[in-house]
């Protein structure tokens, strides 16, 4: 998060929506309130990140071959081809596209 917050990031054009989503979750399964998904929200409203707009472009083709090759939704691929795409460094906790990430050669960043 500190790297984001000095030096921006890109994301998928579906991140906004699976950040709101994922805090929604939180709030129903009681872990979050909503005046606390709202900060949160705001928090990153602040930050230097920007959506692609040539998401949906890959979603047919190299979106779906990374999703089938590594087993991985094609959400989660998105951000594999993102990364690949944009020669940059994948920021994920999760093990799949960690993964993936490095069998497609990708420098990572979180854990």
Not at 7 to 24: D, H, K, T, Y
Request: glycine share 8%; charged share 20%; net charge positive.
């Amino acid at each position: 998060m500190m790297q984001v917050a000095g030096e921006g990031a890109v994301v998928p054009a579906i991140w906004r929506l699976e950040v709101a989503n994922g805090l929604q979750s939180g709030i129903r399964r009681r872990r979050l309130t909503a005046s606390k998904r709202d900060a949160l929200l705001a928090a990153l409203a602040e930050m230097d990140i920007a959506a692609d707009a040539e998401t949906g472009r890959y979603a047919w083709t190299t979106t779906v071959r990374l999703a089938e090759r590594h087993s991985l939704t094609i959400y989660d691929a998105s951000y594999v081809e993102l990364a690949q795409r944009l020669s940059f460094p994948l920021a994920t906790l999760d093990a799949a596209m960690r993964n993936a990430g490095r069998a497609c050669g990708l420098a990572l960043l979180g854990i």
